[in-house]
Each structure stands twice: as structure tokens, then as C-alpha cells.
């Protein structure tokens, strides 16, 4: 079997947590199979990295900081493989554009086009376990990229869609994908499977657990992914298209988000046109909007709110505010101390009173909810970022408790 094993920055922190990891790469290795392995930078470096170059400048360019970001994952490639050689097994580490890995020019956020295989499958024929890096890939003109913070995910996805792997494996510091994030719910309860549209919804509403990229890459190459631990050996939670249902939950789990901000343009005027030009200000400079609310204001006036990312915040109150005279509102107001809240499950059309039931939860726990919105298989609502661990505790018991 060919196999892709990708491992967290947790789990590679450490010497010790290395040679615990390379222990598990080894196993499968000896089991015959060849062995793919994408790795994230060591615990906090990235984190680290970016603290470093703020000291020199606050707003360093995009392609300067994929150069500085990319280096961690370098780093754990190189060791891993050290600590296998040490264990005298034949490996190689490669980096994102020794595989060819090729993506946008989207620094900071680039996305896979192509992946060339040739190296890996050479390097596999030779018997070799690779190591590669994941989160980094390079542009067409051979500057180097990354795909977003936890990006590795879709590195390791990318190289198995590629690869045509037999399994895909992503080795994480919890046990599976929770009702809800285990380190915030003590009582949240390990999914067995998870279909890819829960998990899509699950990861882009805030569970870090995996990257939402990751998950829609899966789901379009149909590659069943596997979240379990590094640090005991025992199934997690399976991806896939259909899963089964252990028990009878009107949804799959909650998460939270607090990487996001509310903008409200205050005083638009009550004509046609106007919603448009406020979103195009924020299409022109790529800003993705989520939770739109139009409500009325004063003096036959509206109040259009909307979310956006944290980090996009203040982008997008320069780009309203240069377009106020022309879309003619009064002003805008930020708001950062504010969190998402979602519950997602794939029955909860069918099932009546789930969006009830958060709501009484959310009562009880007297916690207010700013907005409302809904799909298919999920409800969202806004409200103080100080809340949201109690909003998720309440609204966890309610439905699981
Ligand atoms: P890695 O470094 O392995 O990529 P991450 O920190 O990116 O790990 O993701 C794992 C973390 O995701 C867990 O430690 C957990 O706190 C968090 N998490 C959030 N929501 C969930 C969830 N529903 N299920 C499991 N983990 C979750
Ligand atoms: N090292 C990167 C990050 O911290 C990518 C990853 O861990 O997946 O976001
Ligand atoms: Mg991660």
C-alpha cells in the first residue's frame, strides 16, 4: 500500500516527539508499505516566525514572509529525517518545490494547481520513506509560497490525490474529530466517521482540527482521510462521503470561531445598487464576507452588517471608507470582540427545533446573540467573544448532555 502519513506541529516539537513520530513511520514501513510523510514546522515556530519579523517591519510583504514561514517546515523535514537515518532506515526529506509543488502566486494564501510526482515515485522505488514539507509550495515564476495557516493538511491531501495513496493519514494531538474541541469540552464526545460536507463545515466555522482546504480537496478526489493521534495508537474519526450515524444526534458538532470581525455601514441609503457597491468594495480587495444582515436605520436609511476575517478588519474599513461619498452612508463601525458560534449537522433540515434548541441554550446561559444565519446543514450566530466558551459548553449539553 502506498501511505500518507501527516504529522502536526505538536507532534513534532521535541527530539523526543520526533523519535516517537519516526517510530510510528517506521512501523508502517516495515509493514511493506511505501511511506509518504508530510510534516508541519515544530511546535510554535510559525507563530515564532512571524513574531520575528514583526520586530523589523509591522507590514512586511507577502512574498518576504512565505520566504521566512516556509523555513520551519524545512526544519522538521530535515530533522525527521536525521532521526530515521539514526534508526538506519533510507529516507529522503523534500520541500515543497523539490516535489514541484506548484500553487498560485497567492502568498499567504496560495492554493495547489499541480503537483509533479516524478521525485517521490523515484525516490519510492528506491525503497526510500519521504519526508515532505508541507504548507509551502512555489509559484510558476519559482517564488516560494504557503497555503494559510494549517495548511499542511492540504499539502498532505494534495500529495495523495497526486500519489493515488491508499490511505491518508492525519496524525494530530487529540484522539479524532469531537462533537465539539476537546480541550474546551471536556465531555465532547470522539466521532467515529464524519461525512465531508460536516467536516467542511466543522473546519471553515472555526475546528482547527483540520483545514477546510484539506477537507475540499478530499471530497473532490475522493480520498477517505483518517484524524487520529500521535500519541496512542488507536483508530480516530474516517472522512468520507457517507458516514454511519452511532447514535441518533440531531448534529454532528459545534464550533467556534473568534477570528472574526463585524462591520457595520451605518445610514446606506434605501436604493437599488447599494448592497452591490458595499460588497464590491470588499470583492475588489479580496475579502471574503460571511453573515450579512440588512436592517433598517434612520431616516429611511439601512444598516448593512456583515463578518469578515479578524486580520481583514481594518483592510476593509479603509476600502468603505474611500468609498463613502460614492455609495453616500454615514460612517462604519468595527467591532473585533466578537465570535462565531455554529452547530453543523447534515439532518438538521429534516429535524425540527435544532435551531430552537441552541437558541434555548443560549437563553439559559442568558448569552445574546448579535446574528442569525442558517444553511442547510448549519446555524450560525454572532455574539461576544467573551461568551463564546460558555455559548459552546451550554449549547453542547443541550444537545449531547
Ligand atoms: P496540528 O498541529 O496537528 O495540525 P491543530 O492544532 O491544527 O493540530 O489541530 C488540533 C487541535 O484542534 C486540537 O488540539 C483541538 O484543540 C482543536 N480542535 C478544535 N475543534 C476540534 C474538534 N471538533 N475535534 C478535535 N479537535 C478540535
Ligand atoms: N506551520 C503552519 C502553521 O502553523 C502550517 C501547519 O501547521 O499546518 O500554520
Ligand atoms: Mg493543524
Not at 519579523?53 to 520551519?72: F, H, Q, V
Not at 452591490?276 to 439601512?302: H, P, W
Not at 453616500?328 to 468595527?334: A, E
Request: aromatic share 4%; hydrophobic share 45%; with cysteine.
Amino acid at each position: 500500500m502506498l501511505i500518507v502519513q501527516k504529522f502536526g506541529g505538536s507532534s513534532v516539537a521535541d527530539a523526543e516527539k520526533i523519535r516517537r513520530v519516526a517510530g510510528i513511520i517506521a512501523d508502517t514501513y516495515e509493514e511493506g508499505n511505501d511511506v509518504v510523510v508530510v510534516l508541519s514546522a515544530q511546535g510554535d515556530t510559525t507563530d515564532d516566525l512571524l513574531e520575528k519579523a514583526a520586530e523589523l517591519n509591522e507590514r512586511p510583504s507577502k512574498r518576504e514572509l512565505d520566504m521566512l514561514l516556509s523555513t520551519g517546515e524545512q526544519q522538521s523535514i530535515a530533522l525527521m529525517a536525521m532521526c530515521l537515518e539514526k534508526m538506519r532506515y533510507p529516507v529522503v526529506s523534500l520541500t515543497g518545490w523539490q516535489v514541484g509543488m506548484e500553487t498560485t502566486s497567492d502568498h499567504g494564501a496560495a492554493r495547489i494547481m499541480r503537483m509533479k510526482t516524478e521525485r517521490i515515485m523515484r525516490e519510492l522505488d528506491k525503497r526510500r520513506i519521504v519526508i515532505v514539507a508541507g504548507f509551502q509550495g512555489i509559484t510558476k515564476g519559482n517564488d516560494v509560497t504557503t497555503l494559510g495557516r494549517g495548511g499542511s493538511d492540504t499539502t498532505a491531501v494534495a500529495i495523495a490525490a497526486a500519489l493515488h495513496a491508499d490511505k491518508c493519514q492525519i496524525f494530530t494531538d487529540v484522539e479524532g474529530v469531537y462533537t465539539a474541541d476537546p480541550r474546551k469540552v471536556p465531555d465532547a464526545k470522539k466521532l467515529d466517521e464524519i461525512t465531508y460536507d460536516e467536516m467542511l463545515e466543522l473546519a471553515s466555522l472555526g475546528a482547527q482540527v483540520l483545514h477546510n482546504r484539506s477537507v475540499e480537496l478530499a471530497k473532490r478526489y475522493g480520498i477517505v482521510l483518517e484524524v487520529l493521534s500521535s500519541y496512542v495508537r488507536k483508530p480516530g474519526t474516517k472522512v468520507k462521503e457517507v458516514a454511519k450515524k452511532v447514535e441518533e444526534n440531531k448534529i454532528s458538532g459545534i464550533a467556534k470561531d473568534v477570528d472574526v470581525a463585524r462591520v457595520a455601514v451605518v445610514g446606506v441609503p434605501d436604493a437599488p445598487g447599494v448592497a452591490f457597491r458595499v460588497f464590491n468594495e470588499m470583492a475588489r480587495k479580496k475579502i471574503n464576507v460571511d453573515v450579512i444582515l440588512q436592517s433598517y436605520g434612520k431616516n429611511n436609511t439601512n444598516d448593512i452588517s456583515f463578518t469578515v476575517p479578524l486580520g481583514d478588519a481594518d483592510a476593509a474599513e479603509r476600502a468603505l471608507n474611500d468609498a463613502r461619498e460614492a455609495i453616500g452612508f454615514d460612517h462604519v463601525s468595527i467591532d473585533k470582540g466578537i465570535a462565531k458560534v455554529s452547530i453543523i449537522g447534515a439532518g438538521m433540515m429534516s429535524a425540527s427545533g435544532v435551531a430552537a434548541l441552541m437558541f434555548e441554550a443560549l437563553s439559559d446561559a442568558e448569552i445574546n446573540i448579535h446574528m442569525i444565519s442558517t444553511s442547510e446543514i448549519k446555524v450560525s450566530v454572532l455574539i461576544d467573544e467573551e461568551m463564546a466558551d460558555l455559548a459552546v459548553k451550554a449549547i453542547h449539553s443541550k444537545f449531547f448532555g
